[in-house]
């Protein structure tokens, strides 16, 4: 009896000139406790192709090359394990796991949820990696509560354009930074201090923040701290790990020895400003992917999509989205 195959995306080797290539393989088999699911829709996320690249990503994502590309996907249930009571054959569902890019992907019950009812695929696809990043981040990090200011870098990305809507559900006063091009789209998610990053320092005009959601690193992140109060928190998706994200993933004692030594920057200048800085990996939750369908359903946030691209353009997409410049998801649209 022929194995049954499935198309998907490989990366066959790390480091900076890593290739997406589509190949036929073998379509993965469902454990008792995992479901089977036809992907209809995927989306491409920075971290897709920083793990391609290799160097510290490593510490975190060591994948065994070669491996399947891809973290975000939508499609329908066609196969559930006989311990799996939370989903049946034909659910429409989206989630969060490693391998995304492909036509099948297996998955437990913890790593998907029903899709919003009036979603496409695509839409659908767009939500978990940046809905699970925010909500981690301004809620179970940050705390975020109603009143509080919250500076949000790079509005109109992926992660930014769902963390502007969500930061408003909390209740808090939302700037954001972004290029004039982007200003009526972060207006219309909610925003309601606009920073024209190109013209406009973020330090000279905004003080006295309860929080930082930091999405660009670098310069930013360090130059975050000048408008906290005292106690404000600075989170960050990509800045440097530290000691407590190593305990947090449980790594081995000498990566923890390692990121200690590399935060050290960033955590002394935390401490000049009596403030927090927190690195954050997102994990799965199927209560969280609950939360934000419930969300998307009342219209209190919505997908905001860039471009779309087919499966086989996998490596166009990647290459768009490290431009730096995608307004907010970029989409691979698997089957039809």
């Known amino acids: 009896m022929a194995k049954k195959k499935m198309r998907a995306i490989i990366n066959r080797k790390y480091g900076k000139h890593a290739k997406a290539e589509l190949k036929e393989v073998k379509r993965p088999k469902i454990k008792d406790d995992q479901v089977l699911i036809k992907i209809h829709a995927a989306s491409v996320n920075p971290v897709d192709f920083k793990i391609a690249q290799g160097g510290k990503m490593r510490l975190f994502f060591n ?22 009571s939370a989903f049946q054959i034909g659910d429409n569902v989206y989630g969060l796991k490693a391998g995304a890019f492909a036509e099948y992907i297996t998955a ?14 695509e839409e659908a696809a767009s939500l978990p990696m940046a809905g699970l990043t925010s909500y981690q981040a301004l809620n179970d990090v940050m705390h975020l509560t109603r009143g509080q200011k919250v500076l949000i870098q790079a509005g109109s990305g992926g992660v930014g354009t769902f963390a502007i809507q969500f930061a408003k559900v909390l209740g ?14 972060v207006k219309d ?12 320092d973020f330090t000279e005009v905004l003080k006295e923040y309860d929080g930082v959601f930091d999405t660009l690193g670098g310069n930013n992140l360090l130059s975050a701290f000048k408008i906290l109060k005292p106690l404000g928190k600075v989170v960050s998706i990509n800045g440097i790990p530290d000691a407590q994200t190593a305990k947090d993933l449980k790594l081995s004692f000498w990566k923890r020895l390692l990121l200690t030594f ?6 002394r200048t935390a401490r000049q400003h009596h403030a927090a800085y927190h690195f954050i990996f997102t994990h799965d939750s199927r209560a969280q992917l609950n939360k934000i369908r419930q969300l998307v359903e009342a219209h209190k946030i919505k997908p905001v999509l860039d471009l779309t691209f087919d ?17 907010g998801k970029v989409i691979i649209r698997i089957s039809r």
């Open 108 to 121: 437990t019950q913890n790593q998907i949820a029903a899709m919003p009812n009036h979603l496409s695929y």
């Open 63 to 84: 994948y065994k090359t070669p491996y399947i590309m891809g973290h975000d996907f939508a499609g329908e249930i066609v196969e559930v394990g006989k311990h799996v």
């Open 189 to 200: 998610l909610g925003a309601d201090h606009i920073i024209d990053y190109r013209h406009q």
């Open 172 to 185: 808090a006063y939302v700037s954001t930074t972004t290029s004039r091009k982007n200003h009526e789209l």
């Open 262 to 267: 590399a935060s050290r920057k960033i955590q």
């Open 311 to 327: 499966f086989e353009e996998v490596d166009k997409a990647l290459e768009y989205l490290q431009q730096g410049h995608a307004t």
